[in-house]
């Protein structure tokens, strides 16, 4: 089929242009990124959107995110509330709704509405008591996180200013995580503090749906194929990650010795290894032990952590709000037995390789949207790991305010099994750390019917554990 001319379509009637415009991209060669679509018609929605739509759909505010940051001078309430509309109608993602039959073959479709609607609700504190306000406070970023957001019309986001006195706000953002990842926080910030200073700035080139439109075809076409191959292929022979009874979600604080970490970082920068990969190569000592009890008749000794990753392996998308998050499977050779030093060698390979590929939505191989992609590894629908773990090195919060003072508010614990686990129940734990200052803690998010809270912190203490061993006798067998 040739490329008809733009006024050929044009004369055509709405839902026949439509049409015309889809069977033709459907005959052209998938392009190797991402380019501007032509038309605003409707978009299907990526994998990991499906899935979190079904989720909504079954448990409704399941994938509400959301966090709030205190601005301390004099904040202009009209001009912040501008600056947030400028920057809705900067991002399609955030003018997006869902819709859709959340079980249908064809999964939900998005359609990028033309105009932003600010939902933003002010509430004055200033005259209450000084305990009443930080309680109302507490109470509504709580509540912020677990209130729905109704992706069908269009509201994905949510915003609400709470005024504590002449100079003191509080800002409380809700976004669905449909549509907003953990670098789409920075990007809105950042372009939040520039609508605020009156900084006119164009919209990004490519915008979410973009991506998601290409992905659909990519994942369709031979590079899409070429990539679900290679993950097969990869994780060959692996038994399915055994679901739990249920899920109920829990959350431990969870923290490393500093001497282990420190003394364990040197060993790995000495072989060739950043400190996640060091934390990795004794998270995989921890979780081979824990397989021999469980499983001693199980043949191969190889451990999968599965690790949240950015996705935006793509130039162009780094300017863009949505939900580009995957999980990439790391398959670490235990066999043998390994020293530390030894195991540092393997785990440096697997990661390097592991993150090479990106591309693959982990809805594509795992979970309910494994068919839909050519079908999945293994004989189960679940992971072929438990266990997931992220390093993360967080910048400072990018808003900057003319005279105002900027500070995250504690809020409610993320819910990252819900958005890295295609089968939540599958999932032992997700455990989240951040190096700073020479600490290493964070928190293990955990399924209550996988696991006791002493049982995800042993786990946790048994990384230094295997440092602080490793550290001492580097050449040593870790495994035996």
């Known amino acids: 089929m040739t490329a008809a001319p733009a006024d050929v379509l044009d004369g055509l009637p709405a839902h026949k242009r439509e049409l015309a415009r889809l069977l033709l991209q459907a005959q052209a060669p998938v392009p190797s990124r991402p380019e501007p679509r032509a038309g605003g018609g409707p978009v299907p929605a990526t994998p990991a959107q499906a899935r979190l739509f079904l989720q ?6 399941a994938g509400t995110g959301s966090h709030a940051v205190r601005l301390r001078g004099p904040l202009d309430p009209g001009t912040l509330a ?30 990028v ?26 109470r509504q970023v709580a509540g912020s996180a677990r209130r729905p957001l109704d992706l069908a019309s269009g509201e994905s986001t949510r915003f609400r200013l709470l005024r504590l006195g002449e100079d003191d706000h509080v800002l409380v953002l809700a976004a669905h995580l449909a549509f907003f990842d953990g670098w789409s926080s920075a990007v809105f910030l950042k372009d ?3 609508a605020y200073r009156g900084r006119d700035r164009t919209p990004p080139a490519l915008q979410f749906p973009d991506f998601a439109a290409w992905q659909r075809r990519w994942l369709e076409g031979p590079g899409g194929a070429a990539e679900l191959g290679h993950w097969r292929d990869a994780l060959a022979g692996l038994p399915p990650a055994r679901p739990a009874r249920g899920f109920a979600r829990g959350h431990l604080p969870v923290g490393l010795d500093p001497a282990a970490t420190s003394a364990g970082f040197a060993l790995g920068a000495a072989e060739g290894a950043t400190p996640f990969m060091t934390l990795l190569a004794a998270l995989a000592v921890v979780l081979a032990r824990r397989q021999e009890r469980e499983d001693p008749g199980r043949r191969d ?18 300017d863009a709000v949505g939900q580009f998050t995957t999980v990439v499977p790391i398959r670490v050779d235990c066999s043998g037995r390994p020293s530390f030093r030894s195991l540092l060698g393997r785990a440096r390979t697997a990661v390097t390789d592991a993150l090479a590929r990106q591309r693959l939505p982990v809805d594509a191989l795992f979970g309910e949207g494994r068919g839909r992609a050519g079908g999945g590894v293994g004989d189960g629908a679940a992971p072929p790991y ?13 808003l900057d305010l003319p005279g105002i003072s900027v500070e995250q508010v504690p809020g409610p614990p993320a819910r990252h099994l819900e958005l890295y686990s295609p089968v939540p129940a599958a999932a032992l734990a997700c455990v989240g750390l951040v190096e700073r200052d020479g600490r290493v803690s964070g928190t293990a998010e955990y399924n209550r019917f996988a696991a006791t809270a002493a049982e995800v912190g042993d786990l946790v203490d048994g990384v230094g554990r295997v440092l602080s061993a490793a550290v001492r006798e580097p050449g040593s067998a870790v495994l035996t």
């Open 301 to 318: 000794r190889d451990v999968v952590v599965g690790t949240p990753a950015a996705g935006r392996v793509l130039s162009g998308m780094e």
């Open 192 to 194: 939040l503090s520039d």
């Open 82 to 111: 501008a600056a947030l509309t400028s920057v809705l109608g900067r991002h399609e993602a955030l003018r997006t709704r869902l819709d859709g039959d959340p079980g249908g073959l064809g999964g939900p479709v998005q359609h």
């Open 56 to 61: 909504e759909a079954a448990d409704p505010g």
């Open 113 to 138: 509405t033309a105009e932003p609607y600010l939902r933003l609700q002010v509430l004055d504190l200033a005259d209450a008591p000084a305990g009443r306000r930080a309680a109302e406070v507490a």
């Open 386 to 398: 438990s266990v997931l773990f992220a390093l993360h090195n967080y910048p400072a919060v990018p």
